[in-house]
Structure formats: C-alpha cells, structure tokens
C-alpha cells in the first residue's frame, strides 16, 4: 500500500513543506499564524495576508474563563503530568454554540453570494439572505453580543485593518449591510460581533469557510497556554480549578422527586 | 465565592490581556506566537524574542505522517463534523515518547545548571550530567534522529538564528558540549536534533522547561491544520485515513495461542 | 451559587445514586450496564432490561481494527503514561460516520411512529418513512454491511433476545418492514445491520434516541481496553501502532502539482 | 505489510472475539465489563470474577460533581452534537491525581509482594512497605477520605463481598495490614478507602496493576451518561455547565502585580 501527501518529504539535509525549503524558507521568514495559511492553502502568505491572519488569530486566542479554559483548568487539576490532554480537554467544547460562529458566519456570508450574487446590490443579497434565515426561524449569524455593546472594539480594530490590508471586499461588505439591515428591522444598534467580522474578513481572503473553525480551534491551543500557566503558577491548592471544585462540592443540592433532601454532593 | 484572574478583563468598551490593551496594542501589532509568550510569560515578547519563538514554532508545526496526525485523520474520519475533536485526538499522543524530548531537553539543561553551575566550566556540567544520565542508564536528550544524519538542518538554522538574536547562552552552550562529549565517547558524529536545539534555546529565552510541551502542542495543533485539509481536499473515498482502513482491514491476521486462523479482521 | 443534581448525594456512611443506597442496593446487586440505564433513566433496569441492554452493550463492545481502535493504539505509543488519552482519542472518533448510525436509526424509527403513526399499520409508516427518505435523496439507516451479507449473525441473536426478554415491540416492527421494503426496492436481500437491530431495540425499550450515543460511547470505552491492552503486551517495537507508523513512513510519496518527486516523508 | 491481532476476526457469518463465537457464547451470556475483563485476560471470566469486577466497576461509575464530570458538562455545553467529545473531555482528567489511586495501589501491593515477599509474614511486609514509601517522603496508597470517616462504606461492602466470591486474598490482606500499620503510626483509625479496596481486591483477582487504570476511564465512561443525561433533560439555559459559567463570569476579579482591577472578565 502508498500513500501520498502534498504536505511534505524530507531528505537527509533537507525539508520541504508545500514545495518550501523549511530551513532556507520558512523557519525565521513567516510566522506561526502563516503555517496554518500554508496548511490551508498550499502557499506561503502574502505580508498582507500574514498580518490580518494573525491579527485575525491574536483576536480570538484568549476568552478569559470560559467553558473551554475551565474543562482545560479542570482536566490539568487531574492530570498535571499530560498537558496535551488538558489542552485537548479545552478545545472540544469548540463546537456549534461557540466557535462555530465565525464558521457559521463565513457560510452565510459565501453561500449568500453564491446564492443571490445575481442580484448585484450588496444590500439586495444582505436583504435576502436576512429574509431566507427569518423564513427559517433562525437568527443571522456575527450579531449581538452579552457585554460589546452597541460595538465590539475588536470588530473596528479588525475592520480597520482589512481596510488598510485590502481585505474589505464584498464579504464584509456583506456583512456590514447585514447588520445594517438588522438594526433597522431592530430599531435599535445591534453588535456586529467579532465572530461577525472574522468571518467576513477571512472570507475576503478567499479561505473557505470550512477550514475557518481548523484556525479558530488552532488560535485556542495557543491561548489556552495562559490558563495551564496561571493553573500551575497558583500550585494545586490555589488553583481556580481546586477553588471551583471545592466551591461546587460545598454548595450543590440534591432534588429529586421527594425534593426533601439537602445534603453535600460528594461521592 | 470568587475566582481570581491575571489573564485580563474586559469592559465594553475594551478588552485587556495581561495589561495590554487587546485592541490598541495587541491585534495588527503581534504574531499569535507572541500570545503564546504573552500567556506563558506575562509580557510582550521583544522583537528578537518573537522572531526567535516564532522560528522555533514554525520549525516543529509540521511532521508529516505521525501517530499525531494519522490519529487526527481517523478522527476526521469518523466525525469530520467536529474538527475540534480531530485536532484534539492529534494532540493526545503528544507524551512522553514524542513531543516530550524538547520539555526533557530543557529540563536535562536547566536542571544541569542548577546541580553542577558550581564547576563553572560548560565542559565540566556536561560532563557531569552525562555521568548522572549514564549512571541511571537512561540517554541523554536531544540527540540522534533515524533520518537527518550527521546534522539537522533545522538545528543549524535555528542556531544560526539564536546566535543571532541573542539566544546563544549557556544553555545552548551546554547542549553544544554534550552532543561533543557523546560524540567523542561513541567515536561518531551524533546528530543535534532539533528538539535539542529547541530546548535549549527556549532556555536560553529564559523560559521554565515546564512551559515548554504547551509550546509545542500547540503549534502541533497549527500544524495539523494541513492533515485535515488534505483530508477534506480528497474526499472520504480518496482519504489517506478511508485508505488506511482499509489496507488494514485487509492485511491483518488473526493470530492466537493455537495460531491456526487467517481470516479478515473485520468485525 | 447553587448547584443542583438528581444523580445522587452522600452521607459519611451512605451514598445514594437516583435515590439507590449505593453498597446496600447497587454494588453485588446490579451491572455495569445497568448503572448506564440508571443514568439515563433514573430507575434501576428490569432483570429483562438488564439482559438486553448487556446483550446490545456487548453486541458493539469490540469492532476490530477501526479507525477508532487505531487512533487508540497510536496515541498509547506517543503517550503511554495517559491511558485515558489513549481511551479518548479512540472514542473521539464516534461522531456522524461510524457510531453515529445506531441514534440515527432509533430517530428514524422514533420520529416515525410520531409522525406517521395515525397511518396505523407499520407497513403504512414503513413506506412514509422510505418515502421521506428517498425523497430527501438519503438513504434509510439500519441496513447494509460490506461483510455480513446478506444476514448480519448479530441481528438475529439480539431480534431472538428481544423477542423473548419483551422488547421486540412496534420500533422492531417498523425496522424489519422497513428492511423489507428496501429489500424488495432493490430486488434484493440487504443486511439490516447491528446498528439498525441495537437502534430498533433500545427504542422498544423506550430510550429517547439522543441517549443511544452515549450508550455506544460508553461500550466502545470498555471495547478499547482489549487495544490498549495488546499494545502493552506487545511492547513498543512490536506493537501494532509503531509497525504502522513504520509501514507509512516508508510508503509515503509525496505528489505536487509537479507532481515529480518521491521521496520518504520523515520530516 | 501485514498486521496481527489476537482480539477477534469476522466470516460473514460468526464474529469471534479472543476465540469465543459472539453471537452464540458471548452475546446475552456475558455482561459488559465481562468484556472488559476478556480484553485484559484473553478469558472469559468465572461468574465470581464476573460479579466482583462489575461491583467494582459500579462502586466507581459515578462520583457526583468532579472535575471530570463538570468538564464533560462544559464540553457539551458548547458541542452538544458531539456526545464522544463530552465523555472523552471527561476522561482527560482521570490522570495521576484523581483515577489513579486504585492503579497506584495495586502497584504497590503487588511490587510489595515481589519486593518483600521473602518475608513471609503479611505484616512484615506491610512494614517494609511502609517503610519505604515513608524513606521516600511518600504517602501510602489507599487510605484516607474527606467524607467517609473513619469508614468508607464502599471498602466495607466489597471486602465482603471478595471474601464470599473468594477474592480475599494475600494483596487484600497486605492491604489492610498497612491501614493497621498507618492507623497505629498516626493514633487514629484512618479510612482504607475504595481506591484502596479496588486496588487490593483487582489484585487479588490476578489483574496486572497495569490494567486497572484502564478499568477505572471505563467504568467512568459509563458514569458520564448520567450527567449528559441531567445536562440535556436540563436544557442549554437551566444547565449545571450553564449556570457554572455565568456564576464564574459575575465571580471573577482581574488581579495584577498593580493589584487594582476588579472587573468582569468577559473577553
């Protein structure tokens, strides 16, 4: 049996990766964030590409506590001696109802010019893409958020710098008529979030949209470094994930049926 | 009960990570690999240190076919709906048999200097840690590799880059002299690999060895962003994991004590 | 903050599960399995309960070399310290394709009879079902099999149990017609597979389907011991995973767009 | 390249799993964690091993809110269509500080035995034991609880239990000479805890201490489905992960080395 590969061979006094010279090439040219491009796309980053990709990735690395970082926090509490299950612990929760925006965000946004890129207007796509998703009872992607409100820094930041990039095409576009559309219907501001922005903006940089959750879960990875860091600095007895477990020890309540007891959960 | 954070905080108008403000100093001025210092540190990098992070992020991101990898692809394989889980499955093999050589590298080298720094002499602890090493009959790290013979090229590269950005010291220095010492005793040229060089010059950044297998999980889960590409790219028919399946379903015997069966293993 | 649970509580001489004393009730008393169907259900499983859910648990315990067992297998060579990576990386895997199929046709059966089920007879619901199916261009679940042609051994040993434990009811019913349509489509006998036995059983048993997966998660866990187990006692040279990784590395090609190289892909 | 395995092959017609035919020895004959036993030993087990090791593997199924059960709540919480994700997420954490304590104890009965065998007497060997661990500032394995004082009604009912199946033998023994020993050295009646008794009894029921820890990530997966289970009967908004998450984000202080912060951390 054979196997094949575009990704790469090595020779004794060489590696190639995607046709590049790793050692003449890429090691101390491109960045980290630009490996994961190649990976994607088969060639090296253009310098414009390099920064809004890893402008794109610095934005969502970190997320403070989430449920993500505290199974990561948790896992790391039970088994300090294999980090790569603690950050493994932290990146499966990455899937529809949390990183799955920006994905979701980039479908929307790529299948709707697909689908009504005849209509020529950007705001007579954004107008049908918002009718086709409330015919569908379902909410359009990249809007609102808990605390960023009526504006996500992160979006203008973002949005900024695709513009200086050259990365403000007809994704985001879109996606600010989009958001348009929905405050107006609203009657009020909405947040055009940073999942909404990412998603459009890689978009314009012609990555697909199902590789874009591949980025997102790799841009945890790094930034769930902080939280193993913090967990191991603060010795077990200090940890957030020892604190949260005590605390959840000394306050849960048994229910049942009978609904009589109340006694501490600690089999 | 209330839980405690350096990582950062945010407001609605801004968002803060060890200090920094995200979106004013952060995003457009850093690579991804310059959060992974951040988390683990507590600071920006300096220009010399995110170039020399970076390199040695990029050099380790890509291994071609690995139990890492081959395990992602499987995963994908099987729920190619959740990449989060085959980026995850990818990482779990990263134990003590793999990626551990660069965290035992540096802790061989760190620890070393904190033992024997009193002989003052690199020559003198290298020659006292390989004495410790043989004494329990382990090898030392970060020599040898089944391929990249006499030298690594990435080692070289990334030598040539720590020497030129300041990462040169005594740690390198030390790792330098053991590759010398074990070289003399076999009477042949051992080759310096690239988990040796990256250990030492993560010590020489002044980074604790416990820090270091977080590196490299994740730019392990950058680099695996490739594999499952290439997965998606081909098909499930085509897949290099679909191939694999099957090539061992058909090639594999059933043995037992009495070792009398040859019968396809599909169950 | 509170938390609440119905799973159980304990006392410093007493621990209760769904209102079970733990050692005076369960422990001596009850299965493995059936803590699973306590889990599920909050009630302790019939002695026929019992029986059939041992026999279906046991029926999907073990499948061979999978992409599942694979994974395992590669990810104890990396990490053979974490055995629990080893078991999560071997169930990740679990997702749409593979142990998917056994929830998908309890869904297909349970949303069938709610659906259809004012048609009355099963041969009614049965041809709605292929109907809504094929008209959705998919095909129906439960049926086919690459080996077990045109009879899967399983399927008749758990249909003969359920019969006569008490649970071949209108779920099976709807299963075997279902088959019997398809078969007579296609003017052939198809396999209807263990999935769709396990998938028609468990819903006579009036599980809800969204708990069927984690009943085949939770098998495949205890499956996986026998893997992890035959890598141990091979040791690593002659374990399964390192020929693996051996076999692919040397029969790797690496293709381009040039498309003229062939080298080892060692990186 | 050809493979082998001792586990199992398939004709169309019979599936043979370690030399058993499925669907007529084992389907409906034997219980789940009958199959864990078989993957370990390559034999069915009597009905004695078969009652004792599924009253073992019940006695640690569920252990109410852990770290590792909340993880597998948070995963879900984010990925809810990939239950695989939710278990193993819960497994990760079953490393050297929690689930190990059964593994680490049959270790040390049966390394004991080897070590000090030649002592004959169960309670000189018990002392050396402790001799040792306490000459390498470690604490024995097996004793000690939180809750469960002086007793852990676990121990009690499964030292029954092995003595009536006849599973109490030289490692239980030990076992409890060491819990003498460390109860006298202390002055007070410490608990020999369920970790300890598993330990001692899997011992005793000839199972390499290798192995256990195996079990226990199995038994684990089984307990998982209750919480899922409670998770989903909950829905996404009365959730425990819910909850936890919101409590955690209204609980958080940013501090620093300035110390003067004290926000939301919602990045």
Known sequence: MEFETKIGYSKPDAIFIHGYNLTEELIGNITLADMAFLG?????????????LNACMVAICEHGFTPSSISARLTYLGAPEAVQAAVAAGLLGAGS??????????????????????YEEVASVATKIIDEWQLKKLQVMGLGHPLHKPVDPRTIKLFSLAEELGFSGKHTALMKEIHHGISEQKGKQMTLNVAGAIGAIL???????????????????????AHIVEEAESGRKESMAQKLYDHIEENTRYTNNLGDFELKNQL
Request: without cysteine.
């Open 97 to 118: 109802v949390y990183l799955g925006a920006m994905e979701n965000t980039a479908q929307m946004l790529q299948d709707g010019w697909k689908s009504y890129g005849h």
């Open 203 to 225: 978009s314009d940089m012609k990555l697909h949209y199902s590789v874009v959750k591949a980025f997102a879960v790799a841009a945890r990875a790094v930034g769930l470094i």
């Open 40 to 52: 994607a796309t088969h060639r090296r980053p253009t310098l414009e590409e390099s920064k809004m």
